[in-house]
Every structure is written in C-alpha cells, then in structure tokens.
T-cell receptor, first 109, second 114 residues
Framework: SQKIEQNSEALNIQEGKTATLTCNYTNYSPAYLQWYRQDPGRGPVFLLLIRENEKEKRKERLKVTFDTTLKQSLFHITASQPADSATYLCALSDYKLSFGAGTTVTVRA | DVKVTQSSRYLVKRTGEKVFLECVQDMDHENMFWYRQDPGLGLRLIYFSYDVKMKEKGDIPEGYSVSREKKERFSLILESASTNQTSMYLC?????????????FGPGTRLTVL
C-alpha cells in the first residue's frame, strides 16, 4: 500500500537557521508533490507545487526538491523566523491528494 | 481570494444522531473534497465530488455519505454518528484535478461524538 512519511514529528530551530523537512514515499509514482502549511485550529494553506520532471522549486525563502529515484522531497525554510512556526504537510497527487502526517516546526527567537 | 467556509467550527453530537456538515466555496471550483484529520494520521480523504451530483469514494468512506446538489455546496453526512468519528473535518475545493490539483481548505469543523 502507499505510504508517505515525514520526518520526526517536531523540529525545533533557532531563528535565522535553515529548517529542512523530509517527505519520503513508497509504492507511489506521483506526477506532482505539494507542500502545505497548517496553523493550529486552521485548515492547510498551499505553499508550493513541484512536478515530477522538476528537480527544484523556489518561492521567497522556501525551496523544495523532488527526487523521484529516491522517492523523496526536501523542504527548506531559509533564514527562519518565529512566524514560520507551524505544521508543514507534504501531499502527493495524481488526480487526488494523499497527505503525510506533517512535521511541526518551532522557530525560537 | 478563494473562500471556503464550513457551517460550524465546533460541534458536539450524541452517538446515533444524524450529523450534517456543510461546506460552501465561492470561486466556481469544479471539485470539492471532505477530509478528516486525526493526530499522527494526517489528512485522509473521505469523499470527493468532481461535478454537481457526481461523487467518488476516497480512502475512508465507511459511515459517511455526501451530497452535492449545487456547484458551490458540498455536504458531508454521518448517518448514525459514532464515537470513532470524533475528529477534525476539513473541506477543500480545487479548480482542476489535472495539473497538480492545488486545493483550498476551509477552517475545519471539530466534531465530538459523545
């Protein structure tokens, strides 16, 4: 069966450092991979989408990589700020989305 | 901006009650989705709809049904609520199932079944 695993449940990081989150998947060949941000008590908000034929995508301080051979995506938040504290979800898509459980990031001032 | 609204933020029901969760989107999106979110399990797809009156089962449809009579509105129905249906329910919409299917989510309904 398909499985999507995100790295350790919580990531604590000092302001200004780079946070790196991992999303690994098995038994799946997604055409797209997405990352969402979710704040407590709110619905997820779309951040970035990367296609299977793209290696890397950037948006402001965010960078996503997608390695279909390793079946892995890395999500980087550079120059992290306390406002980046949230749970980040990866989602694999063909015509519907399958989500990982998320990684909670806390950025300390 | 796309806006997805859900009828209630918090809901408390009794075992055996029939429960309706309503979702409305204002961007003329073709597709609408219902998920439930539980700690450690992530979001799991219950049902989705790709057109009015059309629906497709997701990964965990048992115990749920849906209705889409109008394009902007998608309802989730728990025919006879049970305690294992206590969860956060999230509705989402998207313009197209192709090209990645970026989804826009509502704020969620936290349902407690006693």
């Amino acid at each position: 069966s398909q499985k999507i695993e995100q790295n350790s449940e919580a990531l604590n990081i000092q302001e200004g450092k780079t946070a790196t989150l991992t999303c690994n998947y098995t038994n799946y060949s997604p055409a797209y991979l997405q990352w969402y941000r979710q704040d407590p008590g709110r619905g997820p908000v779309f951040l970035l989408l990367i296609r299977e034929n793209e290696k890397e995508k950037r948006k402001e301080r965010l960078k996503v990589t997608f390695d279909t051979t390793l079946k892995q995506s890395l999500f980087h938040i550079t120059a992290s700020q306390p406002a980046d504290s949230a749970t980040y979800l990866c989602a694999l898509s063909d015509y519907k989305l399958s989500f990982g459980a998320g990684t909670t990031v806390t950025v300390r001032a | 901006d796309v806006k997805v609204t859900q009828s209630s933020r918090y809901l408390v029901k009794r075992t055996g009650e029939k429960v309706f969760l309503e979702c409305v989107q204002d961007m003329d999106h073709e597709n609408m989705f219902w998920y439930r979110q539980d700690p450690g399990l992530g979001l799991r797809l219950i049902y989705f709809s790709y057109d009015v009156k059309m629906k497709e089962k997701g990964d965990i449809p048992e115990g749920y049904s849906v209705s889409r009579e109008k394009k902007e509105r998608f309802s989730l129905i728990l025919e006879s609520a049970s305690t294992n249906q206590t969860s956060m329910y999230l509705c989402a919409s998207s313009l197209s199932l192709a090209d990645g299917n970026e989804q826009f989510f509502g704020p969620g309904t936290r349902l407690t079944v006693l």
